[in-house]
């Protein structure tokens, strides 16, 4: 799951971290800004006092507007298209799958309960045949009910990769490996619902076949890519521009990459949603082009939260810890960022090209760049961030990245580049989003330290917006020669499956909205995860995960950067607020509230 926006240019970085890290650690001890436990005569809760549990659930009331700003318009708001992590939490207000993720704050977030369907899956067949029955009183915005056979359709556009690209398929890898099914713009059934795997006996009642049984089937269904899709309604590749709603919110107006409004699906029922609570009266979304911009109106109080959820800018957590502590949370995150290198690049298609980098890297450097170790995150060792079972965090540390190589190893970095046949080292171009000051910090720390032992590397700051296209083009990547490509990745649902089947499996190579940078198709890793999917014991599937984690990094695809950590705002206006391991630590948006409606 891609994410978004982490501010603040190098420079900026670089002078903040020492105030930001004081201020973290005084804010942790309650002192500064308001009482002693760290609240506020402002109505803010106080430091970290919605981070893995509610803050002011009591005060939420209904009505008002709950306002939302962000530095990058997500990549599609289309349920099928969307990969961004805050556009899948943003989306449970006009989508609705058959079961979704709880409620609940920290880990009992990423649990599943029931949402179009009365109950989790009737599960028969050893793990291949997964039954729902829908609930009643289920509408679309127009009244219409909603039926099994658009949750059908919904999920078939998965299969129109030429034409709805970028999400995540893995339905489709699940319910057809073999690729027999080709969507429903090609498909010859009268109704276009000719996809084998899923059966319609009726209205209320949606079975799935699956070939071979996978452990995480349902959580796959409970991503927005498994929401229905009415087929009169479906607009293919303009869909996004406005998604037809199932659940309590629909569009309003949006214009891309200025702004968004939802306000009440009038047709939504209340006793037909055990999930969402629907408290504000109009939900709407500014985008910013410029983070400084947006975090001094955050801490100005015109907005209630960032949508992007990656945390402030050096300067706004500057001021805001010096002043406003009360509204911060700082929650280890399920994110980590990373550069990584293209096989299809020269001189990347030789593992030694890559291993020169990722010694002659400065990895505190890379660290300070993001924020530093309290704002930023931990040194990346690996691979596996720690959220996901199997993984062994900062312990596993092939390249003593956190140890002996901490600050780069220009000797072995030069080996590895006489050892790839480059001893005088070469020339590449990094690739970064340009609504990203973070990440062209992060480039700039990586240049710098890369020039040390030989190798010169251009920065192309490329429209963030625009990713699926881009970075997501195995063939543009080519072409631009991106030898080196700066992004950040968070699990879909938690497992090894989860975070990296997307990234590391040769079959998630794809065209456009590709994520598997590094085209990975390794027979080993390809073969971990086909035996992974199959295994029942959790014992058995955390030691495969481990084997997938350490086979990643033995082929040298990967500089890992931090495993990361945010400084997120938290506006006195919000109410019901909690972060949840749903989201990788962000705040689960679908039940926040305004403490008034004025």
């Given at each position: 799951m891609t994410t978004q926006r982490t501010s603040g240019r190098r420079k900026q970085a670089a002078a903040a971290v020492a105030a930001v890290a004081a201020l973290l650690t005084t804010a942790a001890c309650g002192g500064g800004g308001g009482d002693e436990n760290g609240g506020s005569k402002t109505g803010a809760a106080g430091f970290d006092a919605?981070?893995?549990?509610?803050?002011?659930?009591?005060?939420?009331?209904?009505?008002?507007?709950?306002?939302?700003?962000?530095?990058?318009?997500?990549?599609?708001?289309?349920?099928?298209?969307?990969?961004?992590?805050?556009?899948?939490?943003?989306?449970?207000?006009?989508?609705?799958?058959?079961?979704?993720?709880?409620?609940?704050?920290?880990?009992?977030g990423a649990e599943l309960t029931p949402d179009l369907a009365t109950d989790m899956a009737k599960v028969s067949d050893d793990g291949k045949t997964y039954t729902y029955t829908l609930r009643d009183g289920i509408t679309w915005e127009d009244g219409k009910p909603i039926t099994s056979k658009d949750i059908k359709y919904g999920i078939e556009r998965v299969w129109a990769q030429d034409v709805l690209s970028g999400g995540p398929v893995y339905l489709k890898d699940v319910l057809d490996p073999k690729g027999e099914y080709k969507g429903p713009y090609k498909d010859k059934a009268a109704d276009k619902l000719g996809l084998k795997a899923i059966d319609t006996p009726d209205d209320k009642t949606i079975v799935f076949h699956l070939p071979e049984a996978n452990a995480d089937f349902e959580e796959i269904l409970a991503l927005v890519s498994a929401s229905p899709v009415r087929q009169d309604k479906d607009t293919k590749s303009k869909y996004g521009l406005h998604p037809f709603s199932s659940g309590p919110y629909k569009f309003a107006s949006y214009n891309p990459g200025k702004d968004l409004t939802l306000v009440r699906n009038t047709e939504w029922k209340q006793a037909s949603d055990p999930v969402r609570k629907a408290y504000p009266d109009k939900i709407s979304i500014k985008f910013f082009s410029n983070a400084n911009d947006l975090d001094a109106r955050l801490i100005a109080g015109d907005y209630d939260l960032d949508i992007n959820q990656t945390g402030l800018s050096p300067q706004g957590r500057t001021t805001a810890l010096q002043e406003h502590k009360a509204n911060l949370d700082?929650?280890?995150?399920?994110?980590?960022?990373?550069?990584?290198?293209?096989?299809?690049?020269?001189?990347?298609?030789?593992?030694?090209?890559?291993?020169?980098?990722?010694?002659?890297?400065?990895?505190?450097?890379?660290?300070?760049?993001?924020?530093?170790?309290?704002?930023?995150?931990?040194?990346?060792?690996?691979?596996?961030?720690?959220?996901?079972?199997?993984?062994?965090?900062?312990?596993?540390?092939?390249?003593?990245?956190?140890?002996?190589?901490?600050?780069?190893?220009?000797?072995?970095?030069?080996?590895?580049?006489?050892?790839?046949?480059?001893?005088?080292?070469?020339?590449?171009?990094?690739?970064?989003?340009?609504n990203k000051p973070v990440e062209v910090a992060t480039a700039e720390s990586l240049q710098a330290s890369l020039k040390k032992v030989g190798i010169t590397v251009d920065i192309d700051q490329y429209d963030g917006s625009q990713t699926s296209g881009i970075i997501g083009?195995?063939?543009?990547?080519?072409?631009?020669?991106?030898?080196?490509?700066?992004?950040?990745?968070?699990?879909?649902?938690?497992?090894?499956?989860?975070?990296?089947?997307?990234?590391?499996?040769?079959?998630?190579?794809?065209?456009?909205?590709?994520?598997?940078?590094?085209?990975?198709?390794?027979?080993?890793?390809?073969?971990?995860?086909?035996?992974y999917v199959k295994t029942q014991d959790d014992a058995g599937k955390l030691q495969i995960a481990k084997d997938i984690n350490h086979a990643v990094m033995d082929g040298g695809y990967y500089l890992p950067f931090v495993f990361e950590k945010f400084v997120n705002w938290r506006g006195n206006r919000l109410a019901n607020v909690y972060t949840s391991d749903a989201f990788s630590g962000m705040y689960d948006f679908v039940n926040l509230g305004l403490k008034s409606s004025k």
């Open positions: 919605a981070n893995n549990k509610v803050a002011q659930a009591d005060l939420a009331t209904k009505g008002g507007e709950l306002k939302f700003a962000g530095a990058q318009d997500a990549d599609s708001w289309d349920t099928t298209r969307g990969y961004y992590g805050f556009m899948w939490n943003f989306a449970r207000y006009y989508s609705r799958q058959l079961v979704t993720s709880a409620t609940q704050p920290g880990a009992k700082n929650p280890v995150s399920g994110y980590i960022r990373y550069a990584v290198f293209p096989q299809s690049v020269k001189p990347f298609d030789n593992i030694h090209c890559r291993k020169a980098v990722i010694y002659g890297a400065d990895h505190v450097s890379l660290q300070t760049a993001r924020g530093g170790p309290v704002a930023g995150g931990d040194i990346g060792t690996n691979m596996l961030p720690p959220t996901v079972p199997g993984s062994e965090g900062q312990k596993y540390d092939p390249y003593e990245l956190n140890g002996a190589n901490k600050s780069g190893n220009a000797a072995k970095a030069k080996e590895e580049l006489k050892a790839c046949g480059q001893p005088n080292g070469f020339k590449t171009t990094i690739a970064v989003r340009n083009s195995p063939s543009n990547v080519k072409k631009k020669g991106y030898g080196i490509i700066i992004m950040g990745w968070g699990a879909d649902f938690g497992s090894v499956q989860g975070f990296g089947l997307p990234l590391w499996d040769g079959k998630y190579i794809l065209e456009s909205g590709n994520n598997n940078f590094a085209l990975i198709d390794d027979k080993k890793i390809n073969g971990l995860f086909d035996t």
